[in-house]
């Protein structure tokens, strides 16, 4: 049946005021809701040509149809009513109804009753059984706030307030003993008056019996006679629903994050999140794919290692990973406690055979006070091994790292922006050759570094300067690109080009659109911005790179240096702005270097000229100066001999010029001669000077006014002059 409405009730107060119309009005008719008219009681007095009694019992009739309408209007909308709250419509009581559900009524001596629970089943004997029945319109308040009340209204076995509230239970103890008959239940965390609100949630039971999977004290609670109880989640866990708290011991926190992690993993994949605050651990968080762990924001929330741990803060995990997904870190603050371990940093082994996620992400990430990781030979704070793997990181903060190298990269195919690396490797434990580093890159290749800060201070500024060590080494590295990016050494070299044994030298690399400064302070000896040692590979690039204050005053430094060994590298439209250059013989040296458009380019490499004789013989000398720059291709020099004596005999030449002519049969590099004195030079012939292809000797030779160059003649050793030359040469 329908349930009551508002038209109902409406037509049944339309009878009741028609029925006193019928009785009260003056009138002879009365017209009821249908559009019927019908004689009234005045009506029928007045109407002569019936008999009083016959007028009597035709008012009474009328009065009855009217009556019987509005009853029958009750009746409905009652049965309406009783439907709508689960009963099914009254039936008149007699003998033999079968009762055997709660939900059904019959009606007697105008009342309606329903069955009481605890006598259903049974048959109705003919005679009333009032024992059986309750009133329906007669239940009380007393009734349902009764233990039992609930049944009242079809539900059994708690009270009314339990059914219609969310029954509430202070943890999970308290969840694991309950046996009532709730299939939903929320747990507030607060039990008297300690609160662990971080455990608050609902519950819902999914189960009973053999548990389908074991209590995890998180999100799935085992408890009385088995029953499983799950919680209602949406796209995250939270690390403090298993224990993790500001509080809790750095055992039980440790805990709690890696179940909440395995939690996750097991799902498909999920973000586990942490509250504000510091989490002391003394073990290992290990990460699976597919898992974001997730703090409040950078120096909000802290994972700090506990005293003497001596272990990594975070790895990847070494066991089987069943979810293919991005695997993530952000807004979390890692600090290794470096007053009170020796050991512990975070070490990404993107190698593991287990791991089968494409893309690691790092995103609002600080890593304070570490000490070299403790999962790998590599002596860096912050480690990334492994191959052909992608990998993401923004706002990267890696500082006061003080025994070991801030960060140590050698994977592929990554991209860091906004990387801060500062105050690291400035202890006293020996870590690479003796020698730190704010960073090591190599040997991968293909990665970007966009936005970069790398430097050091040991005034406690995070992001200033370190005496004494170099802060980037480029280590067979290939292909990677320093875009936008400020490294600021103030003791060492600020890039320096190495090789790794068993690969390959550096190569293809650029630094595009920065500023290397500060390189050479107080050191004796001086170290150049940019050094590409023996190893330095071959077309390495430096665009647009700011060599800023780049040399001490009067110490031998170069802003940049490649020495024998080094292939060909190329700096172009860099600003040579070497304020602290006074005094200092060169802004570069090397034998492989091209420089083009550089700004402030003012000299080159110092060399000394040196008498060579084909006889042999040694020669002493009152001065040998020399100069020369590279720029594309070209070699420019200038050199001044003036020499003491020789020990030798036959022809000669300059020699110990910087660099080696270029391969070009038949063609000779011209050299002029701009002062000349106590030279023998044969009667009509003119001394000229060349260099010959595939050496670094500039030859002197005679050539006859009457036969021209087709009669050229070596000039023979003279043993006390002095000579100037000029020129420019392919190399």
């Given at each position: 049946m329908r349930p009551i409405n508002i038209l109902d009730l409406n037509n049944a107060q339309q009878d009741v005021t028609h029925i006193a119309e019928i009785a009260t009005s003056a009138q002879a008719t009365a017209v009821d809701r249908l559009g019927q008219r019908k004689r009234t009681i005045s009506g029928v007095v007045a109407d002569a040509a019936l008999s009083a009694e016959t007028k009597a019992g035709a008012a009474m009739a009328a009065i009855q149809g009217v009556i019987t309408d509005a009853t029958?209007?009750?009746?409905?909308?009652?049965?309406?009513?009783?439907?709508?709250?689960?009963?099914?419509?009254?039936?008149?009581?007699?003998?033999?109804?079968?009762?055997?559900?709660?939900?059904?009524?019959?009606s007697y001596a105008g009342q309606v009753f329903g069955p009481n629970l605890a006598d259903i089943p049974f048959t109705t004997?003919?005679?009333?059984?009032?024992?059986?029945?309750?009133?329906?319109?007669?239940?009380?308040?007393?009734?349902?706030?009764?233990?039992?009340?609930?049944?009242l209204v079809g539900n059994g076995g708690e009270s009314v307030k339990e059914s219609l509230d969310a029954l509430q239970l202070p943890d999970y103890a308290a969840l694991r003993a309950y046996k009532g008959p709730r299939k939903s239940v929320y747990v507030t965390g607060v039990l008297g008056t300690v609160e662990a609100s971080g455990i608050a949630g609902t519950f819902v039971l999914k189960g009973q019996g053999a548990p389908a999977s074991a209590d995890n004290g998180g999100t799935v609670i085992v408890g009385a006679s088995g029953r499983i109880w799950k919680r209602v989640i949406d796209n995250s866990l939270s690390a403090d629903w298993f224990g993790a708290s500001t509080s809790a011991s750095a055992s039980t926190n440790i805990a709690a994050i890696q179940a909440a992690i395995k939690d996750a993993h097991a799902?498909?994949?999920?973000?586990?999140?942490?509250s504000g605050g510091d989490y002391e651990i003394n073990d290992t968080i290990l990460l699976y794919s597919g898992v974001r762990l997730k703090g409040q924001g950078l120096r909000v929330t802290?994972?700090?290692?506990?005293?003497?741990?001596?272990?990594?803060?975070?790895?990847?995990?070494?066991?089987?990973?069943?979810?293919?997904?991005?695997?993530?870190?952000?807004?979390?603050?890692?600090?290794?406690?470096?007053?009170?371990?020796?050991?512990?940093?975070?070490?990404?082994?993107?190698?593991?055979?287990?791991?089968?996620?494409?893309?690691?992400?790092?995103?609002?990430?600080?890593?304070?006070?570490?000490?070299?990781?403790?999962?790998?030979?590599?002596?860096?704070?912050?480690?990334?091994?492994?191959g052909e793997r992608n990998g993401r990181a923004r706002n990267f903060q890696i500082y006061n790292c003080l025994n070991a190298v801030g960060l140590w990269h050698n994977g592929s195919d990554w991209v860091f922006h906004e990387l801060y690396a500062g105050n690291n490797g400035s202890g006293t434990v020996a870590a690479v050759g003796g020698q730190y580093y704010s960073m090591i890159f190599g040997p991968g290749q293909n990665n970007l570094i966009s936005n970069a800060y790398l430097g050091g201070n040991l005034n406690g500024d995070p992001f200033g300067a370190v005496t004494g060590f170099d802060q980037v080494w480029i280590r067979s590295a290939r292909n990677n690109r320093f875009v936008n990016f400020n490294i600021d050494t103030s003791g060492r070299s600020g890039v320096v080009f190495g090789k790794q044994e068993g690969f390959p030298d550096p190569t293809g690399n650029t630094f595009v659109g920065g500023q290397i400064s500060n390189s050479s302070a107080t050191l004796n000896n001086g170290y150049p911005a940019v050094n590409f040692g023996a190893f330095g590979g071959n077309g390495n690039i430096f665009s647009a790179v700011d060599l800023y204050n780049s040399m001490w005053p009067n110490k031998p430094s170069h802003a940049v240096k490649d020495v024998s060994g080094a292939g060909e590298n190329l700096l172009i439209g860099c600003n040579f702005d070497t304020n602290w250059a006074t005094g200092v013989d060169g802004r570069w040296s090397g034998s492989s270097m091209k420089i083009t458009g550089c700004v402030g380019f003012a000299g080159g490499k110092a060399f000394a000229p040196t008498l060579v004789?084909?006889?042999?013989?040694?020669?002493?000398?009152?001065?040998?100066?020399?100069?020369?720059?590279?720029?594309n291709g070209m070699a420019h020099f200038h050199a001044y001999l003036n020499v003491a004596g020789h020990t030798g005999n036959g022809t000669m030449k300059i020699g110990s010029l910087p660099f080696t002519a270029r391969n070009t049969p038949a063609l000779f590099a011209a050299v002029t001669i701009g002062y000349v004195t106590n030279l023998t030079v044969p009667v009509n012939s003119v001394l000229m000077a060349r260099i010959l292809p595939s050496t670094n000797e500039i030859e002197l030779y005679t050539v006859s006014t009457a036969s021209g160059l087709a009669n050229a003649t070596p000039l023979a050793l003279d043993t006390a002059f002095q000579i100037q030359l000029s020129g420019s040469y392919p190399v």
């Open positions: 029958f209007a009750v009746e409905a909308a009652a049965s309406a009513s009783m439907a709508s709250i689960g009963y099914q419509p009254p039936v008149a009581y007699g003998a033999g109804i079968s009762i055997t559900a709660r939900t059904q009524t019959v004997s003919g005679t009333f059984e009032s024992t059986k029945f309750r009133l329906i319109s007669g239940v009380t308040a007393a009734d349902l706030a009764a233990a039992s009340g609930a049944a799902k498909g994949g999920m973000t586990v999140t942490l802290k994972i700090k290692l506990a005293n003497g741990a001596n272990i990594d803060m975070l790895q990847l995990n070494p066991v089987a990973h069943t979810v293919r997904g991005t695997c993530a870190v952000e807004g979390l603050v890692f600090d290794g406690n470096l007053a009170n371990n020796t050991k512990g940093g975070i070490y990404l082994n993107c190698n593991l055979a287990s791991y089968i996620n494409p893309l690691i992400l790092i995103e609002d990430v600080e890593v304070r006070n570490a000490s070299p990781v403790t999962g790998s030979t590599l002596y860096g704070a912050v480690v990334i091994e492994g004789a084909s006889g042999g013989g040694v020669a002493s000398y009152n001065n040998q100066t020399g100069w020369c720059i590279k720029e």
